[in-house]
Each structure stands twice: as structure tokens, then as C-alpha cells.
């Protein structure tokens, strides 16, 4: 993941709307061309970190950072208005391995969905990582980054979207769900699952059944699964 450091050359990926990942300004920092800086990030709709200024120096490999790092994105993220015009919809709700969400990308562009939306803290991001697993599928599935994932599942619904969330308390089985379109499939983090106030905004929980003694799959190869069995159904 590219990294840039100091008031110039980051204010100038700003104003040149490049893809970044986050902006981390130092803590105690201040001044009027931070303050720019603080500004055109949320303009951009680029997460803003506060730091400690070992972090930063960490991270750009040298204290003369001018209390600012941003980190490079793969690719610019795209707007909710993509995935309200698609008719299936990958939303994770905190996937933090980025081979994870690689795969999930290359998934779920192979099953025929039109976007992919990840939340922006407590995740992962679209880095070099991701791209690298996602195998080229990444050029071609839109990923919207937004700040509040319950938010986006009720603008789902308003566009008269089914939500169907995988976990393994599911009263639904995968293979047996008639799935409404346009579709929605939302898969939690490793080993969490998925936030309670996000299963409440699900209308079904669907789930695998499992046949050995583990209670569920990888969160890319249980995308795969129910990914495959919506595109079967069409």
C-alpha cells in the first residue's frame, strides 16, 4: 500500500480525489494546512485517523511527516447509488482479512453481483493485498466503503431490496430460501459473525448446514456457497 507523508503531497491526492485508504494526522497536531487537510478529507469522504506521532513516523519510515500520513487505496471506492441499481449485493459486515476480502471479491463478481459494500472502521480495506487475492475482479466490482452498515441496509430496503443475512443460527436453509430480488446478502467478520443490530435489519437469516463438528465455513467460501446457489436458481 503506497504511503504518503507530509502537508504537500497529501493535499495534493486529495485534491486530485486519488484513492486513499485513510488520512492519520498526529495527535496534538494543529495549524491551518492540517486544518485543509482535516477539511478535504471529509470532503472526500476519506477517513480520518488521530494518531500517535510514533505512528506515524512508523509508518512513513521518518519523523518528517509534518504530523500527516494517508495511506493509498487499490482503487477509488464507489457511491451507494451503485449498489442500490444492482440486483445482488454483497455487504460484509466486518471482514478484517484482506485474502478474505479478496476472495469475497473475486466470488462475488463471478456470481453476477453488482457491488460489494464494506463497512470503514473495523474492517479491511481495498489494498494491494486485496487486489492481489482477488485475482483482476477487482477492476471489474464496485466497492462502496460507507460509515455505518445499518444505515445502508435500510437505503437497501427503501430500493425495495431483500435482505438475507448468513449465520449459523439461520431458520432458513440456503438451498431451500426463495430469494426475492433485487438480493442482498450480508456475511459477518471471522469468528464474530454478524453485530445483533445488523441481524435485526436481515428480514431472513439463512444458514449452511454443516455435517462435521465445525459450526461454519470460512467467511469466502460460505460467500462462495450462497453466492452460487442464488446464481443457480437464475
Not at 72 to 82: C, E, I, S, V, W
Not at 197 to 222: E, F, W, Y
Request: charged share 20%; glycine share 10%.
Amino acid at each position: 500500500m503506497p504511503v504518503l507523508s507530509g502537508i504537500h503531497p497529501v493535499a495534493e491526492a486529495l485534491r486530485a480525489h486519488h484513492p486513499l485508504e485513510r488520512v492519520l494526522i498526529a495527535q496534538g497536531a494543529g495549524g491551518t494546512r492540517l486544518q485543509e487537510i482535516i477539511d478535504l478529507a471529509r470532503r472526500e469522504s476519506v477517513p480520518l485517523r488521530f494518531e500517535a506521532r510514533s505512528a506515524l513516523d512508523r509508518l512513513a519510515g521518518t519523523p518528517a511527516h509534518q504530523g500527516v500520513v494517508a495511506l493509498g487505496a487499490a482503487k477509488k471506492y464507489a457511491d451507494m447509488d451503485t449498489a442500490t441499481s444492482a440486483s445482488l449485493v454483497v455487504v460484509l459486515d466486518g471482514v478484517e482479512d484482506p485474502h478474505n476480502l479478496g476472495a469475497i471479491v473475486r466470488t462475488a463478481n463471478a456470481a453476477g453481483a453488482g457491488a460489494l459494500i464494506i463497512p470503514e472502521r473495523r474492517a479491511a480495506g481495498v489494498t494491494d493485498v486485496v487486489a492481489k487475492a482477488a485475482a483482476g475482479a477487482l477492476e471489474h466490482l464496485p466497492i462502496v466503503r460507507v460509515t455505518n452498515i445499518n444505515r445502508s441496509l435500510e437505503a437497501l430496503k427503501e430500493r425495495g431490496f431483500w435482505i438475507y443475512g448468513l449465520d449459523e443460527r439461520g431458520t432458513g436453509i440456503y438451498t431451500s430460501v426463495d430469494y426475492a430480488s433485487p438480493t442482498a446478502f450480508v456475511l459477518g467478520g471471522e469468528g464474530k459473525g454478524l453485530h445483533e443490530q445488523v441481524r435485526k435489519h436481515c428480514d431472513l437469516l439463512v444458514r449452511i448446514p454443516m455435517a462435521g463438528t465445525i459450526p461454519s465455513l470460512n467467511v469466502s467460501v460460505a460467500a462462495g456457497v450462497v453466492l452460487f446457489e442464488w446464481l443457480r436458481r437464475r
